[in-house]
């Protein structure tokens, strides 16, 4: 017999039927609740509530476990390349050599954007954030391809606008970067692969060749797998959210970037960066800031550490500590920073206010430390984060197109004022 969750209320037993997914996760189905008993359930923050069924990630908090559709993230940061693993997460297998072929060839060919992008460039002030600009510009991808906000796109022309988007996003990015810092911008040349293009197109300048370092390749290939995908995450649900609206595609990641900048979120990259350099200015004493992050009365917080899900290891922190020693002695890179932060990890590990909360390191703890080596400035962290998590962002909101799922429309609970009449000005005191 199925099993179902019974619910008294009132003294009236409900029943409700209980759902079980394919790694034997359960959830109570409560789509009936309103309806048969009148109540809605409250979860703030949703710790606990489902907002949907996928098929795309799976990851288990307590054992630390993170796989691509069923594909451990160990394997595929050791073995895999982030055009394959955006495959893999868009349309759900491994590719043959002749499909990876045909993607990463259509993804070239659209690495050039309008020209009249460009000028979109010109009217930021230069000292704008890199997160802001990557997010207008997304967003205005909707302006250039007007018949992508169309909610009855055949497959073609949604995989074209998915080409558009992971083919243009490289380009915007980089060019965030050549323009806040007042350097020529670079166009894509075809004969890169994705990674090469991207580091060509942020670093290099017309005036010198430029070598293109494999060791960097292969560490910016490793940084934008782990990124790829977390399930429902606070801008993975975002772009869901927007995308159950028929809002398109772009207009869609476009909010999944503003709600990854959050510093709660994936602009904690940039926060970690910032803590550990506070921590160097103030003579390296982790001991201090480990009290501060303690302190209920001081808002500081361990950028970098604890999690909403994980409370083990996160395992991608694992690959990334390890990555960033490697990068690090391979480019022959001694960064101070790199020792504070190992240094604060084993503080935290080891006291118990970080114990019982069940607080380790996250995806963000390590990996600035290898933007930075790699030459990546501590504001585009974040926006490297938005361009590793973009194939995820696509196949979450095709998954949620496919499946037909509805708008999304949360309830609440009311609390505030009751009914009363209008008072006019002249009788308010
Ligand atoms: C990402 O969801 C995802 O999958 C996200 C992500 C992805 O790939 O998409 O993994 C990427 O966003 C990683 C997280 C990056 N953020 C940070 O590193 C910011 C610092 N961490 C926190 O602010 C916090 O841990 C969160 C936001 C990540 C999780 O917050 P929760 O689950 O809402 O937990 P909470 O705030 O309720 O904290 C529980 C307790 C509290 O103490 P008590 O009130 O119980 O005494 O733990 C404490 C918190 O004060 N706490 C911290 C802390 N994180 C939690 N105390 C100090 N430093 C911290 N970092």
Redesign the pocket.
Known sequence: MAESAELILDGKSYSFPVTEGTEHEKAIDIAKLRDQTGYITIDS?Y?NTGATKSAITF?DGEEGILRYRGYPIEQLAEQSSFLEVAYLLIYGTLPTQAELDNFSHQITKHTLVHEDVRKIFDGFPSAAHPMAILSSLICALTAFYPESVSPDLSKEEIDLNVIRLMAKISTIAAWTYKNNMGHPLNYPRNDLDYCSNFLYMMFSFPTEKYEIDSRIVSALNKLLIL?AD???????STVRLVGSANASLYGSVSAGINA?WG????G??Q??LEMLQAIQKDGGDTSKFIAK??D?NDP???????????KNF?P?AKIIKKAADDVLSALGINDPLLKIAQELEQAALTDE??IE?K?YP????YSGIIYRAIGIPTEMFTVM?ALG?LPGWIAQWKEMRENKEPIGRPRQVYTGELERDYVGIEQRS
Request: glycine share 8%.
């Open positions: 923050g710790k990851l990124h977390h399930e429902q995450n606070c801008s993975t990854l510093p709660l979120h994936g904690a990259n926060e970690v992050a303690k209920k500081f917080r361990l950028m970098g550490f604890g999690h909403r899900v994980y996160d991608r206010y970080f909360r607080l996250n995806v963000d703890f984060f998590r």
